[in-house]
């Protein structure tokens, strides 16, 4: 591998920066502002040093540990026997050693030290402490870091707490780590064999291939007695770290890391796009039922009127037979003949009663046959509506609403779905929404026949009042016209036209009991379709909007992807 030269390195940084300027934009644009101050801060950090990351749980002997390793013969890193602050220091190279505190957090010390003039080292708070946000201020130094060095007890490096953390360095970060176990020297010889093999052991179960585990005792290195240990930890350092590796090796890390973060994101974006994958197959699937339930109901009413019709026919077909047999020559001459002598009524007098038949017969025949056929057109558009509102109760939730990253986002589709809920219920038990005006004209007359129930639960009743209201009306006026037909008879007439203008007449009721029924109900069900549609308005809003965020977030996760995994590959 051929090392890059500075200006090579210098032109690879300034690019990184740029692409990690990208995805602090796509941070800002998902809104998550704690990942959009990481990548920020790893932004402003690339053009630092190589930074050791000092963690350990509270008592390990961090600071001791910082103060041994830099060597200056003074206490850097304070070393107190509470834990009393909760500001992470950040030791660097000055030429002379001053502090200057950046926030009430970070306390950044300049030392004339030369091992900091390729590494910086951060000394943090401990991971357990009682301490409000150490361990929150702790993490979120720790993506910009380049080496954790993650520091135990020498007598007991087995606390769960100490290795939560670690999970959360690793499995989160893909963060580089060593081990130290610290104060060796309150170890006995046997304790500091099983304590290394059994860190080692733990750290390959956690996925850490060929773990660097250090015993060391900052007592003894700075009293300058014994074996410290810190001879092979130093060593380490110089063959991996400095001798300017540093550099590159941090460019390296700051890639990992940003890809690490891109990542996270890439995460979400997936599950935000299989939320939109699902409630877009949820719509596809409310649109098909309500067309399938829309057509299943239209050949209901096809069925309804052809039984009406049926019954009409029969009637008509009836009376009509009636009234040629009635006005023939012979039943006419008989007639007249029974009439002087007997009780049977004359030809006016039949005319009149079959007028009166035939309207007793349309009316209570056709309003029973009505009854029946409304109930089962009231269950099928029920049915439709039932369908409907289980789907929305049962629409699929894959975002949730504890979501690292998108939480806001599945809590705002949460509220739109919710929303969608009770707007539908609200729908379904509003009487006034299975009233058509245009349909329905005299709505008022619903009013005292629908005390039983109100909603959907109201429509056979609406439809069978309506219904029959229709056919009375059509009937109403094919019985006006013959009777007006049979009130001109005489036996000077002609015969023949009082059956043609009858038989006119029951074809003409015919087509309009026809016309009026299906046309009236099947417009019905496609306003009532139009007007559960109107239901889903701002979830498909919220749909669309999500539609083309995610084209946009993708877009530009893509884009750093692809960047980052080149600059990373011109790194191997």
Do not use: C
């Not at 644009?29 to 040093?49: K, Y």
């Not at 439709?384 to 690292?404: A, F, G, P």
């Amino acid at each position: 591998m051929t090392p890059l030269l500075d200006a090579d390195l210098q032109a690879t940084r300034a690019r990184l920066e740029e692409i990690i300027k990208n995805l602090h934009e796509l941070t800002l644009r998902i809104g998550h502002e704690e990942m959009a101050n990481t990548v920020s801060d790893l932004r402003n950090r690339i053009f630092e040093p190589f930074m050791f990351v000092i963690v350990g749980e509270v008592k390990a002997g961090k600071s001791s540990f910082v103060n041994a390793l830099l060597d200056t013969g003074q206490e850097i890193a304070k070393a107190a026997p509470q834990p009393m602050t909760d500001t992470i220091q950040q030791i660097i190279y000055g030429e002379e050693h001053r502090e200057v505190m950046v926030n009430p957090f970070l306390k950044k010390i300049f030392l004339p030290v030369e091992i900091l003039k390729e590494i910086a080292i951060v000394d943090t708070p401990g991971t357990n402490t009682i301490v409000e946000h150490h361990q929150e201020i702790t993490e979120q130094f720790i993506p910009a870091s380049d080496l954790i060095v993650f520091v135990f007890e020498a007598k007991n490096p087995y606390r769960q707490s100490a290795w939560d953390f670690f999970k959360y360095i690793h499995g989160d970060w893909r963060k580089k780590t060593i081990f130290v176990l610290q104060q060796k020297d309150l170890a006995s010889e046997n304790e500091l064999t099983t304590n290394l093999g059994g860190v080692a052991e733990k750290a390959i179960k956690e996925g850490i291939e060929a773990p660097k585990v250090f015993a060391v005792s900052a007592k003894l290195e700075q009293e300058k007695t014994g074996d410290s240990g810190f001879g092979p930890l130093r060593e380490y350092i110089s063959q991996n770290i400095t001798g300017g590796k540093a550099p590159r090796l941090k460019l390296g890390n700051s890639i990992i890391t940003a890809e690490t973060i891109n990542e996270k994101i890439a995460d979400g974006l997936l599950l935000r796009r299989r939320q939109f994958e699902a409630d877009t197959e949820f719509r596809r699937e409310i649109e098909e039922t309500l067309t399938e339930q829309t057509a299943q109901s239209k050949k209901q009413v096809d069925l309804m009127v052809e039984n009406i019709l049926l019954t009409y026919d029969n009637i008509t077909r009836t009376r009509l037979e009636e009234l040629r047999s009635g006005l023939s020559m012979f039943g006419l001459v008989k007639r007249s003949f029974a009439s002087t002598f007997g009780s049977t009524p004359n030809a006016e007098d039949w005319l009149s009663n079959l007028a009166s038949g035939l309207e007793e017969e349309l009316n209570g025949k056709l309003k029973a046959r009505l009854n029946e056929n409304v109930v089962d057109l009231a269950e099928s558009i029920q049915q439709m509506v039932k369908m409907i509102d289980l789907k929305i109760r049962n629409s699929e939730t894959i975002l949730k609403n504890d979501h690292e990253l998108f939480s806001d986002i599945a809590e705002r589709r949460e509220n739109v779905l919710r929303d969608l809920q009770d707007q539908f219920n609200r729908f379904v038990s509003n009487t006034e929404n299975f009233t058509d005006e245009s349909i329905f004209a005299d709505r008022g007359n619903l009013t005292p026949n629908i005390a039983a129930g109100g909603g959907i639960a109201a429509l056979g009743v609406i439809l069978a009042t309506v219904t029959t209201g229709s056919v009375f009306d059509i009937t109403g006026g094919i019985l006006t016209t013959v009777g007006l037909l049979f009130a001109g008879f005489s036996t000077r007439g002609k015969r023949r036209r009082i059956v043609d203008g009858f038989e006119a007449e029951i074809a003409v009721g015919r087509n309009k009991l026809s016309a009026e029924l299906e046309d009236k109900l099947k417009a019905y069900i496609e306003s009532l379709r139009k007007k559960i549609e109107a239901n889903f308005g701002r979830f498909d809003e919220n749909l669309k909007r999500e539609e083309n965020t995610l084209l946009i977030l993708e877009g530009s996760h893509q884009e750093i992807r692809e960047e980052l995994t080149v600059m990373g590959a011109a790194m191997k």
